[in-house]
């Protein structure tokens, strides 16, 4: 199991910019995908984008493909996630992920971190 440790979430204007961090603890194996989710009041987890450990191979949801950028450092053991020309729309619980399956419909995953608010206002 992977422990995760999300940091960076907050308030912003619409239009902004925030960078969320992931540190994980445990082994992470190098075909793991991990990534985020987030997830809005009343509204279901989706998946916002995913990256391969091994060879950074990333994916993105069509709702943020342009304005987030995921990236990871294996030496330290930690992922990012770069989001840009931030939207109301995106306010949400962000939860980071390790060992992800299926991104491509819907997804889920093994390791999950505490999760963090990201709030846009207009």
């Known amino acids: 199991q992977v422990q995760l440790v999300e940091s960076g979430g907050g308030l912003v204007q619409a239009g902004g910019s925030l960078r969320l961090s992931c540190a994980a603890s445990?082994?992470?194996?190098?075909?793991?995908?991990v990534g985020w989710f987030r997830q809005a009041p009343g509204k279901e987890r989706e998946i916002v984008a995913a990256i391969t450990w091994n060879d950074g191979s990333t994916y993105y949801s069509d709702s943020v493909k342009g304005r987030f950028t995921i990236s990871r450092d294996n030496v330290n053991n930690r992922q990012y996630l770069q989001m840009n020309s931030l939207k109301p729309d995106d306010t949400a619980v962000y939860y980071c992920?390790?060992?992800?399956?299926?991104?491509?419909?819907?997804?889920?995953?093994?390791?999950w971190g505490q999760g963090t608010q990201v709030t846009v206002s207009s």
């Open positions: 445990g082994r992470i194996f190098s075909s793991y995908v």
């Open positions: 992920a390790a060992d992800i399956w299926s991104y491509g419909s819907g997804g889920s995953a093994a390791s």
